[in-house]
């Protein structure tokens, strides 16, 4: 099958460091071509890929844009990109988008059957009013709990495929750590200052990888920075996937104390992956990501989480890192074939633009 997958061009695919959606892009298309198949990526120009890779830019915008010229001008280099495709997408069977909404417009002009994967929150105002104007594109959610927001909407979901990763980079640590993990963003949804909380009440050290992004860099100088001053909390900053087992592999339990829809938790299987279990707040995809008890422990407030440091210390490590074997690259690349296969087979385009043009001139 000849597929063409579409990454966002914020990061290089994979990451050097933080990253979701463009990790995931960079273990399907691996596994993809792993698979047999021919897989034509485009992203930015430092991909390191098994695929064709397609730049669109020569380095990932984060390592040379600020913040303000990324809002400005990012969306006219997606757009750029995706009118290259457009003029050769007769080359391909299938063109599978990670850039959300930017795609809806030129999925119309797609001969080949596309579909396209939504990587972040739906709850959002804007996003049920794009999204009823393009009501039979193909679109595929990360986790169920992802749809909910939408759910009023008559859309054309082609399934749920949970994000997956290449396992094998992940050292299992079968016995317990003498610290609490953090690892990801340092963002009010993230809930750093709970995870603070919940190691200084548990008596335990807490150590911090995360990145910091310009808009919450005022968050971090006025609200976290004082309480893990006050609490010595370890902060090592954004770490890359090298770095990631050691940390994770080192802890007695991740914590993930979000207070937000979550869409999926890449971190999540990161953790189990290494043995260490998760301690989550029950948001999001959390309950389906997580098999309470045993990948790990899954709470409704800060007094039952820390009462779980405990219970987590007891866990079977390697029983843990079995439940992470529901998200590797494998498991995540036979899933896209079978959207990518259904579509094929039932004919269906993405040729839905006299369709939303109507609705918008309505």
Not at 262 to 284: K, N, W, Y
């Amino acid at each position: 099958m000849r597929i063409a997958q579409v990454a966002p061009l914020y990061e290089s695919v994979p990451p050097d460091e933080y990253g979701g959606t463009e990790r995931v892009v960079g273990a399907l298309s691996d596994e993809l071509v792993a698979m047999g198949h021919e897989v034509t990526l485009f992203a930015s120009g430092d991909s390191n890929t098994r695929a064709n890779l397609v730049p669109a830019v020569e380095t990932a915008l984060r390592k040379r844009m600020s913040r303000e010229e990324m809002i400005q001008i990012a969306p006219s280099i997606h757009t750029r990109m995706l009118a290259e495709l457009t003029a050769i997408s007769t080359e391909f069977d299938v063109i599978h988008s990670h850039v959300d909404h930017l795609a809806f417009p030129y999925a119309s002009l797609w001969r080949p059957f596309s579909v396209h994967t939504l990587h972040g929150r739906l709850d959002m105002p804007a996003s049920a009013g794009i999204h009823s104007l393009y009501p039979d594109i193909a679109l595929t959610s990360i986790s169920d709990s992802q749809r909910d927001p939408l759910l009023h909407l008559d859309l054309n979901w082609a399934g749920t495929v949970y994000n997956g990763l290449d396992l094998n980079r992940f050292d299992v640590q079968t016995e317990s750590g003498s610290y609490l993990a953090f690892l990801g963003r340092i963002n009010h949804e993230k809930r750093p200052d709970v995870a603070a909380e919940i190691a200084h009440r548990a008596g335990l050290p807490l150590r911090v990888a995360a990145k910091i992004d310009p808009v919450d860099t005022e968050y971090w100088n006025e609200k976290i920075k004082p309480i893990f001053r006050k609490y010595d909390v370890d902060f090592i900053g954004e770490i890359g996937d090298d770095e990631k087992s050691e940390f994770l592999g080192g802890a007695l339990a991740t914590l993930f104390p979000i207070d937000w829809p979550e869409p999926f938790g890449l971190v999540m299987v990161e953790s189990m992956a290494c043995g260490t279990p998760v301690i989550a707040t029950r948001r999001g995809s959390v309950p389906e990501v997580i098999d309470d008890g045993v990948g790990g422990l899954i709470l409704d407030g800060l007094d039952e989480m820390v009462e779980a440091v405990g219970l987590a210390a007891k866990m079977d490590r390697r029983l843990c890192a079995k439940q992470a074997e529901r998200f590797s690259a494998r498991a995540m690349a036979e899933g896209y074939l079978a959207v990518y296969e259904e579509g094929l087979y039932s004919g269906t385009t993405s040729n839905t633009g006299d369709r939303a043009l109507a609705r918008i001139a309505s």
